[in-house]
Nanobody
Framework: QLQAFGGGLVQAGNSLRLSCAAS????????MGWFRQPPGKEREFVAA????????YYADSVKGRFAISRDNAKNTGYLQMNSLKPEDTAVYYC????????????????WGKGTLVTVSS
């Protein structure tokens, strides 16, 4: 199981860090990712990290601003979000899958409950 934490209301230009707590040993051996669903829009990919952190992927819209990381010893993943923009407002979901990177097109195996991030202008 996955659980995302750390959402909230933040002003544009500021930072926020999301955490994803995983239960179960399997999560330390598979890729993890973050997705988001803006109000009234489809869920979209944000970032992904391989099981040993040697491969990172980012959506173009967040490259250079967001950083994904993980700590397998703590079974926790992170998404550091800097220089936030109002268009980053969304419910953020952490996910994990045997396929890497996790891809909505093929279905994602494990989902956590989302956490809302609201960026005010």
């Amino acid at each position: 199981q996955l659980q995302a934490f750390g959402g909230g209301l933040v002003q544009a230009g500021n930072s926020l860090r999301l955490s994803c707590a995983a239960s179960g040993r399997i999560f330390s051996s598979i890729g993890m990712g973050w997705f988001r669903q803006p109000p009234g829009k489809e869920r979209e990919f944000v970032a992904a990290i391989s099981w040993n952190s040697d491969r990172l992927y980012y959506a173009d819209s967040v490259k250079g601003r967001f950083a994904i990381s993980r700590d397998n010893a703590k079974n926790t993943g992170y998404l550091q979000m800097n220089s936030l923009k109002p268009e980053d407002t969304a419910v953020y979901y952490c996910a994990a899958d045997f396929r890497f990177p996790p891809d909505l097109q093929y279905g994602v195996h494990y989902w956590g409950k989302g956490t809302l991030v609201t960026v005010s202008s």
